[in-house]
């Protein structure tokens, strides 16, 4: 089997990060969409093991959690009974950040559900060394999860932010929401302490 050189794979590579589309990768580097695929895939796992090894006892004061939406072949509505029990239609990331610093110490990638949530949050719970603040948007289903893996031993907040239309004359269909207002709400501890103490 033939092997690519490091050169040739950091040059694929080089082109996905930078935001290239599959295709367009393959005419660039001039390489075979399997071949992509497929270094993407062990790059991809690589990765995911070098995180889940590296990124422990971590000291963040302050995350922020969110779902980022997509879909997988078509929108959740648009999935036909061909599609159906096949991972098609919505997906969702689950993303924890550290406000300060930016760093990403874990993600998930599932449903916007209970059982991923649950998932998400053991995770997170696992990579931390002390206790954080923890912010989330009004999704419930963090309520359960958090209370499960950290107990009472963390400052909790949910924000919702509170959008409303887009600015009159601007193209509907495309103009991102206006957020009018956010409201705060503590679920536990004291998520205002940590506040204080950095000065946010």
Not at 12 to 21: A, P
Not at 50 to 75: A, H, M, P
Not at 148 to 157: L, P, R, S, V
């Amino acid at each position: 089997m033939n092997q690519m050189d490091v050169g040739r794979r950091a040059q694929i590579i080089h082109h996905l990060v930078e935001g290239n589309s599959i295709r367009a990768t393959c005419r660039l580097t001039d390489s075979a969409k399997n071949t992509v695929v497929k270094l993407l895939c062990q790059v991809g796992k690589a990765c995911a093991d070098y995180q889940d090894k590296t990124l422990r006892n971590l000291r963040c004061r302050r995350i922020q959690c969110d779902e980022i939406w997509s879909f997988v072949g078509c929108k959740q509505k648009q999935v036909g009974p061909r599609h159906k029990g096949k991972h098609w239609g919505d997906i969702w990331t689950w993303t924890a950040l550290d406000a300060d610093t930016k760093l990403v110490p874990c993600w998930y990638v599932g449903p916007r559900d209970a059982n991923s949530a649950y998932y998400f949050i053991h995770d997170l719970e696992s990579r931390l060394a002390n206790r954080v603040q923890l912010t989330t948007d009004g999704l419930r289903v963090y309520i359960e999860a958090v209370e499960d893996a950290f107990g009472c031993e963390i400052d909790y907040g949910m924000l919702v932010k509170l959008y409303g239309a887009a600015p009159e004359g601007s193209e509907v269909r495309y103009s991102p929401a206006i957020c009018l207002a956010s409201r705060r709400s503590r679920i536990m501890g004291n998520p205002e302490k940590l506040e204080q103490m950095t000065g946010r």
